[in-house]
């Protein structure tokens, strides 16, 4: 049982993990941190909250278990004052979507003082945002990978994966740099491929949008995601991105070179090999 | 009411036609044409096709509506032999999704011998292919795009569209070369776009796809369509393909740019606009 949970930013991820904590009866106490009062008002409402503050020191003063919810560079930026005020038996995770820069932010404060931190990334965002999409069971099924390093407290590890685990995830563990090689993959490249889609679509023949079908409307959901949100996560996981991005333009090199060449034998194979890969994980 | 209706190629979209067609007695009698009759048995047996032949001269001799709906480069090739055994009062349409070569085809032949054609896009396809995903109801509510020319014969034009309105699609009619871009930016583009990301994500971390959450699901849903269609298809509107590619990667570019540069206010308003373009279209 954690005494005090404090939640630093209740949007979607934030909101979902104080409903389902609440609503699984895993805290006593559940404190909400957000930079504007008024948006913290329907989480306190709906007695998913007991406390909500805009003062960080006064929050994590008393808790035990602290998530950082805001975006990521925000989460960075915010960590050395979470570490300054947190009780000394507090365990520190996160849920931002890229892990080397708060991971090593944590590492360089622990200098200063001793305190728990593990980096968790539960892969179940959408391109919703805010507490009014938040949900209970958000986690219910979904995958979290946690990012210790060889620095990482064995117990806090234990902790926090038996939070993600309580709110019903699977979780796996990955080095920060692995970690942001995956998502990079997987998350940021899409999400960077389903906006420059959206913009090329306008730029090329704007007219086009209107015979839209599903393929593209699937192909671009994630392109309607939250510009702040998006903007972070890019900027904090640049390099991994950078190199992904590499890789994508040697596939589409590769696949635009037989077209052209007309060399529908090789680009046959090459489709069939793609969607062979793809079946894998439907 | 159509006398006899041959469908070549008794795939999703003309098993779709013919199943379309046969519940809502649009047609006295349905022949079907494969390279292969066996293929052909399942629609033969549930009803839905009167008779099955690979004999193209055989079957369209006394149709009057003759649905090409081969992969498009198997239309172009056959639409010769379509042509010279077609009854005087047929009218031809297919169901390709490229239509500047079979259009230019059709009107080449139009010299030999004067006959009806009008090319159909109806934007209905699926990942999934065959005659046993062919559904009646494939067209209800669907886009289909019709791309009459100035050669192009009234009447033949009003037939086509009253049969796609009859199977409950919405038609709309575009010139071949504007059809060719508009589908090259929103589905070819969209397609070569998804290959490229399963490919480039095998290529730089093989690992990651364990991870892959909804939004690398849906962004590469189509990457799991057929290869023979696709070829085809990429081959068939190179130039459009080409074109829409190179806008593609300029959208790319600009995102990159603004990220390496970590001009993030810049990306937040770039990222903001594809968003309201994206919802624009939901």
């Known amino acids: 049982l954690i005494r005090r949970l ?11 993990v104080a409903k389902a904590a609440r609503s699984l009866g895993l805290a006593q106490e559940i404190v909400g941190i957000g930079r504007d009062l008024t948006r913290l008002q329907p989480a306190l409402r709906d007695g998913t909250l007991d406390g ?6 006064d929050a994590v003063r008393q808790a035990n278990f602290i998530v950082l919810a805001a975006p990521v560079l925000v989460n960075e930026r915010l960590l050395a004052e979470v570490w300054a005020g947190a009780a000394a038996d507090a365990v520190v995770t996160d849920v931002g979507s890229t892990k080397s820069g708060i991971v090593a932010a944590a590492e360089r404060l622990a200098g200063s003082r001793s305190l728990a931190f593990v980096g968790s990334h539960p892969m179940a965002g959408s391109e919703q945002a805010g507490y009014g999409v ?17 620095a990482t407290d064995g117990r806090a590890l234990k902790r926090v994966t038996e939070l993600w685990e309580a709110l019903g995830a699977h979780v796996s563990a990955l080095d920060p740099s692995t970690h942001d090689r995956v998502v990079a993959a997987v998350s940021h490249l899409p999400h ?12 090329f023949e704007p007219g086009a949008m209107a015979f839209a079908a599903r393929g593209f409307k699937d192909t671009t959901r994630i392109a309607a995601s939250e510009p702040a949100v998006w903007r972070e996560i890019f900027l904090s996981n640049r390099e991994a ?3 992904s991005t590499e890789a994508f333009r040697a596939a589409l090199d590769r696949i635009e070179t037989l077209v052209a060449d007309g060399d529908g034998d090789r680009l046959e194979t090459v489709i069939a090999s793609i969607k062979a890969e793809r079946e894998a994980i439907r």
Do not use: K
Request: glycine share 10%; hydrophobic share 55%; net charge neutral.
């Open 6 to 16: 404090a939640i630093l930013g209740v949007g979607l991820l934030g909101g979902s």
């Open 241 to 243: 991105l950078r190199r």
């Open 134 to 150: 938040a949900r209970a069971d958000l986690f219910q099924g979904a995958s979290v990978i946690v990012t210790p390093t060889d």
């Open 192 to 203: 960077l491929v389903a906006f420059a889609l959206v913009d090329a679509v306008r730029a």
């Open 52 to 57: 909500a503050t805009t003062d960080i020191a």
